[in-house]
T-cell receptor, first 111, second 114 residues
Framework: GQNIDQPTEMTATEGAIVQINCTYQTSGFNGLFWYQQHAGEAPTFLSYNVLDGLEEKGRFSSFLSRSKGYSYLLLKELQMKDSASYLCAVISRNSGYALNFGKGTSLLVTP | DGGITQSPKYLFRKEGQNVTLSCEQNLNHDAMYWYRQDPGQGLRLIYYSQIVNDFQKGDIAEGYSVSREKKESFPLTVTSAQKNPTAFYLC?????????????FGEGSRLTVL
């Protein structure tokens, strides 16, 4: 089985930087995804990490450490529209390469 | 335009009734998935299919059934055996296997049992 942990809620101020952590325990790990989901909508893809290190894409960056079973999503220059849930998902050989999601982190950006 | 279409968007069902949620994709993806989401929760995998005429149970398959007779279509039936079916259901597709890349999601179907 898989165990994926994320904080339930976070609050940050507009213009600031926030880091959302994700830890996982899985066999046959093959990669980690981050998705953004606004209330009542489908998730949208943010990033995919398969090798250790930092992947940067505009205001969003994602980091992976396979040996530690750890990832984080870094959001810079926060905007009000960044208020959403952020879902960490792991893909593994042992689950038939289907994505397994954590419970998500609800981020509130305040003025 | 390529994408995934789920229907209906909203559905109401009486207890004891089966209901089928439609999912169609024209992205030419071999892999398709059904997830369930409850308020304040992440996505939980119900069923997935990596290829036509084959599908696998996910973490919460009890009370659900699927078929994969065509590449483009992966309907989900919520049976009366599902004890708590009220939820938001999301269908997705992708390239199968280890290089699956991102999932492409439909807009979701919200099922309410009265």
């Amino acid at each position: 089985g898989q165990n994926i942990d994320q904080p339930t809620e976070m609050t940050a101020t507009e213009g600031a930087i926030v880091q959302i952590n994700c830890t996982y325990q899985t066999s046959g790990f093959n990669g980690l995804f981050w998705y953004q989901q606004h209330a009542g909508e489908a998730p949208t893809f943010l990033s995919y990490n398969v090798l250790d290190g930092l992947e940067e894409k505009g205001r969003f960056s994602s980091f992976l450490s396979r040996s530690k079973g750890y990832s984080y999503l870094l959001l810079k220059e926060l905007q009000m529209k960044d208020s959403a849930s952020y879902l960490c998902a792991v893909i593994s050989r042992n689950s038939g390469y289907a994505l397994n999601f954590g419970k998500g982190t609800s981020l509130l950006v305040t003025p | 335009d390529g994408g995934i279409t789920q229907s209906p968007k909203y559905l109401f069902r009486k207890e004891g009734q089966n209901v089928t949620l439609s999912c169609e994709q024209n992205l030419n993806h071999d892999a398709m998935y059904w997830y369930r989401q409850d308020p304040g929760q992440g996505l939980r995998l119900i069923y997935y299919s990596q290829i036509v005429n084959d599908f696998q149970k996910g973490d919460i398959a009890e009370g659900y059934s699927v078929s994969r007779e065509k590449k483009e279509s992966f309907p989900l039936t919520v049976t009366s055996a599902q004890k708590n079916p009220t939820a938001f259901y999301l269908c997705a597709s992708s390239i199968p296997g280890p290089n699956t890349g991102e999932l492409f999601f439909g807009e979701g179907s919200r099922l309410t049992v009265l």
